[in-house]
């Protein structure tokens, strides 16, 4: 008798196929279905060709081809395609059987597939999967939460094909309950849309700033790479910037400046929001991509408003030096914001999620993979408690060591008309988070002048509100049914 597969797999993309020949390749036994069912036919005839890895041809001969309790792993389109998939699997499972999907799914839609399969018996497993098609064949970063009682059933499985650290240790381990995974790697994708874009900054300020060509680019960015900054994103920069084409054409030069997205940054910039966290790089590299989106307009703008800039009136060396500060800690700011925004999440949903854990996860196979991680793991083993890294005093003392780097970098291209947005929105969340007294005050009397909102004072304790007649006909009433 054929011997029954280890875990099944929907989905043949190429992130799907990577992922099963990196569970064969652990001598996992993995049985596939896909909806077009010719994808399943041309796997097992082409990559997956000698291998473990059985085929089959409808959903029924999938649950039927699994070992007890059976494991799932779901790699389609997040959304109603994944809602399809789980509909169809439900009637055919068994209490106690897994599914994992393993999409870009948003963590909403994991908790209420958590609850949904569990009221039913089932168990259900959101897993955020990072590294992309490498990382899927050779070892990704992997962020498993949702039902508890799942983990130890695919704990072997996820772990031995998850990327691992030097001494070992797996980048995968247990996030949290219900949507914690898939939140945390929805934040990991935040914070690698703002890695690319202070990245993308300093490049244009070393080309339109200084004229640096992309070889001299290329070179400064393998030296940054050496030290604070060594990362993944940095060394595939570099190697972008020397790439020539088979016709001896600069690969990046024929490249249209309009980056797209696929949503997890805006769901960052939304969940920071809906958590009152001020996740403002994120956004800022959202937005920019939304404006680099808009080609059309620009050249139209540049041609009727002009786009001449001044020259960067810094000597090179000294201002290639404060552009690689600036960088530094626009980056350290972008992680802060991100990870407090993750403790807001674990404190509203009680996932109590370990955060130096957590930095560990990205240390390899992820696409924010960094040295700067261990760092980050550091001050939270220091204070597990730490309200944000830049309290720390490791990324303290880094920041007043880049502070001027920093300041210079941002004045050079206001002057320069050089768009900054990263750089400058981490600069401005820098100042008010240390500014002991901000113009809130003000805010809050016109609210309260315009909307009756009430305001509290310096002079009484925080939760006691007040209100005043700004204009003596307005009485006492105040605004209790509605926010502004």
Known sequence: METKADIGLIGLAVMGQNLVLNMNDHGFKVAVFNRTTSKVDDFLNGPAKGTMVAGTHSVEELVGSLKQPRKIMVMVKAGGPVDAVIDQLTPLLKPGDIIIDGGN?????????????????????????????????????????????????????????????????????????????????????????????????????????????E?????????????????????????????????????????????????????????????GQPVTLVAEAVYARIVSSLKDERVCAAAKIGS???????????????????????????????????????????????????????????????????????????????????????????????????????????????????YSTALAFYDAYRTESLPANLIQAMRDYFGAHTYERTDRPRGEWFHTDWTGTGGDTTATAYSA
């Open 308 to 422: 001449d800039t001044l020259p960067i009136a810094v000597e090179r060396e000294a201002f290639v030096s404060a552009v690689r500060d600036a960088l530094y800690a626009s980056k350290i700011v972008s992680y802060a914001q991100g990870f407090m925004l993750l403790r807001a999440a674990s404190d509203e949903f009680g996932w109590d999620l370990d955060y130096g854990a957590t930095a560990q996860l990205w240390r390899e196979g992820a696409i924010i993979k960094a040295a700067f991680l261990d760092d980050i793991t550091a001050a939270f083993g220091r204070n597990p408690d730490l309200a944000s890294l830049v309290l720390d005093d490791f990324f303290s003392a880094a920041l007043a060591r880049t502070e001027q780097g920093w300041r210079t970098t941002v004045a050079a291209a206001v002057v320069a008309g050089l768009p900054v947005p990263a």
């Open 105 to 213: 799914s948003h963590y909403e839609d994991t908790r209420r597939r958590t609850v949904d399969l569990e009221a039913r018996g089932l168990l259900f497993i959101g897993v955020g999967v990072s590294g992309g098609e490498e990382g899927a064949r050779n070892g990704p970063a992997m962020m498993p939460g949702g039902s508890p009682a799942a983990w130890p059933l695919v704990k072997d499985i996820l772990q031995a094909i998850a990327a691992k650290v030097e001494d070992g240790s797996p980048c995968c381990t247990w996030v949290g309950s219900d949507g914690a995974g898939h939140f945390v790697k929805m934040v990991h994708n935040g914070i690698e849309y703002g890695d690319m874009q202070v990245i993308a900054e300093a490049y244009h300020l070393l080309k339109a700033g200084l004229g640096m060509s």
């Open 215 to 275: 070889d001299e680019i290329a070179a400064t960015f393998q030296e940054w790479k050496n030290g604070d900054l060594d990362s993944y994103l940095m060394e595939i920069t570099a190697e972008i910037l020397s790439h020539v084409d088979e016709d001896g054409m600069r690969t990046l030069g024929v490249i249209l400046d309009a980056a797209s997205q696929k949503g997890t940054g805006k769901w960052t910039t939304v969940a920071s929001l809906d958590f």
